[in-house]
């Protein structure tokens, strides 16, 4: 049960995982769990928690804290992120400490409140450029408003190079109980999945704050979520860089179909091989009805092309297809080169519908007219397949 360790000087992990959720947020499915994580600041002078965890790890979280603090007392609770996964157990911290001054934006404080039913007796507002010292340590708050929240501060230790960095940098999946990153096999792919879901929407906001940790010496990077931070920490914020600024990172395509009878999913598969033939490495193809959103949303900002294929259905889209399509708009999806295929077999809708949401995003470049079928591809189309399959071929290879 007891799961607190130390990281470094001073510095206590009393964070814990779920292993049993199901979906993180009731949306996005974690088959490896989720890490809640809480970092322990014992100083000499004084004792800092930054936040606290979701209410399904409470019982591990509290009995490490207390296992950690000793006979000591807790001088602060820093409440970075005010969402419930990190917050939902402040009220029962405070309760065992009740003189714990609750650091936080206002906006988080206002929230803690409102999301708790309670009355803060000893609350210290910060904001941008503030600092709270210790004997050994300097805490110095910056705003990173919609990362993912728009109450969100992270926090940088001038003393040990630590950022505390909120949301920023987290992952899916429990704790293997390894909790540095350099210790086991980092997967990106799950970072990805979490960064675009999660704070996707908000690129402007995540390069915001990559422009403040830039003149930042950083040795070692504490999010709430997933693993730490101590090597080649560079590498990540570079994957942050591409990802908040909407650049693909596989130059290829990536092909997704909704079909009912699968018809629409063999004229989706004729284009993948006239791809191949082509010499497009590494196409995926995925089914919007059988691969969680989650993971078709990853993989839509990941690549540089993006075919739709998509039946029509009550004289609109097909509704795995719809609900992906209004998915990567409310996460703003944009800058990638598209092919249309729509299938219709008396008044054939999919793909006025699929162009009409994604005429709505931003920088959305259609590389040759939409192919439209008739229940089922025939070979007198193949010459249009092939002409697409000629333009997202020449939009991807060097
Ligand atoms: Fe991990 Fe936005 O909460």
């Not at 510095?11 to 979906?23: A, I, K, M, P, T």
């Not at 207390?66 to 911290?93: C, F, N, W």
């Not at 210790?134 to 992270?154: K, S």
Request: glycine share 4%; net charge negative.
């Amino acid at each position: 049960m007891f799961t607190d360790i130390n990281i470094a000087e001073d510095l206590y992990y009393v964070g814990s995982s779920d292993r049993r959720l199901e979906r993180f947020e009731n949306a996005y499915p974690v088959p490896d769990g989720m890490s809640y994580n809480s970092y322990l600041i014992c100083d000499t002078d004084a004792t800092v928690l930054m936040d606290a965890v979701d209410k399904s790890v409470s019982k591990a979280f509290l009995e490490s804290l207390k296992r950690v603090l000793g006979t000591r007392s807790l001088d602060y609770i820093v409440i970075q992120h005010m969402e419930p996964d990190h917050s939902a157990t402040a009220k029962q911290v405070l309760e065992l400490y009740p003189n714990a001054c609750v650091v936080a934006s206002q906006r988080a404080l206002d929230m803690l409140v409102a999301f708790n039913d309670i009355k803060l007796a000893n609350v210290r507002a910060i904001k941008e450029g503030d600092v709270l010292k210790t004997a050994r340590h300097e805490l110095c708050f910056i705003a990173a408003p919609m990362v993912h929240w728009p109450e969100v501060m992270v926090t940088y230790d001038k003393c040990t190079g630590t950022l505390f960095s909120a949301d920023a940098f987290g992952t899916f999946g429990a704790s293997s109980g390894n909790l540095f990153a350099d210790e086991s096999d980092f997967d990106m792919d799950e970072a990805r999945r979490y960064y675009f879901n999660i704070v996707g929407k908000y690129g402007v906001q995540v390069q915001s704050l990559l422009k403040k940790a830039s003149g930042l010496d950083i040795r070692m990077l504490c999010p709430l979520h997933g693993p730490i931070w101590r090597e080649n920490i560079a590498s990540y914020v570079e994957k942050y860089s591409i990802w908040s600024s909407y650049q693909s990172e596989k130059d290829s395509v990536l092909i997704v179909y909704g079909s009912i009878y699968g018809n629409t999913e063999q004229a989706a598969l004729a284009l993948a091989a006239l791809l191949a033939k082509r010499n497009v490495k590494g196409i995926e193809i995925y089914d919007s009805s059988k691969t969680d959103l989650s993971v078709l949303l990853s993989k839509c900002f990941s690549f540089k092309a993006i075919a739709f294929a998509s039946s029509s259905y009550n004289a609109g889209l097909f509704t795995s297809m719809e609900t992906l399509l209004l998915d990567l708009k409310a996460h703003n999806l944009q800058n990638k080169t598209i092919a249309l295929i729509e299938n219709g077999s008396w008044a054939p809708s999919s793909g006025r519908c699929m162009k009409e949401i994604l005429d709505s995003m931003k920088s959305m470049t259609y590389v040759c007219p939409m192919l439209s079928i008739r229940s089922s591809l025939k070979e007198c189309q193949m010459e249009e397949l092939e002409a697409m399959a000629d333009s997202l071929a020449q939009s991807v290879l060097p």
